[in-house]
């Protein structure tokens, strides 16, 4: 069973940054796309950002300019640099995998990294 460790969360204030981590317990074969998301209580996870196999990206309108993802293929490591962080940031943020592999579709979740931005 593939696991994914993330690190790198914690408290900053307001304007600081954070480099989120996630690297996978095992190697985990063609996969398509890395991700980010983030679930504040009583509300649906979201999409932060994402990096697909090729490098390319996508993020939530609310972090574009501040966040960036990455990735190490060979690794299975993806990362989030999270600059000009704000409140409204504090939540927990999950790491996603999705692989892809004979017409199986594999998801796999990291178990949250808490992200806290005091004013």
């Known amino acids: 069973q593939v696991q994914l460790v993330e690190s790198g969360g914690g408290l900053v204030q307001a304007g600081g940054s954070l480099r989120l981590s996630c690297a996978a317990s095992?190697?985990?074969?063609?996969?398509?796309?890395m991700g980010w998301y983030r679930q504040s209580p009583g509300k649906q996870r979201e999409l932060v950002a994402g990096?697909?196999?090729?490098?390319?990206?996508n993020y939530a309108d609310s972090v574009k300019g501040r966040f960036t993802i990455s990735r190490d293929n060979a690794k299975n490591t993806v990362f989030l640099q999270m600059n000009s962080l704000k409140t409204e940031d504090t939540t927990v943020h999950y790491c996603n995998v999705v692989s892809k592999l004979s017409g199986v579709t594999a998801n796999y979740w990291g178990q949250g990294t808490k992200v806290t931005v005091s004013s």
């Open positions: 990096i697909t196999s090729g490098g390319s990206t």
């Open positions: 095992r190697a985990i074969f063609s996969v398509t796309v």
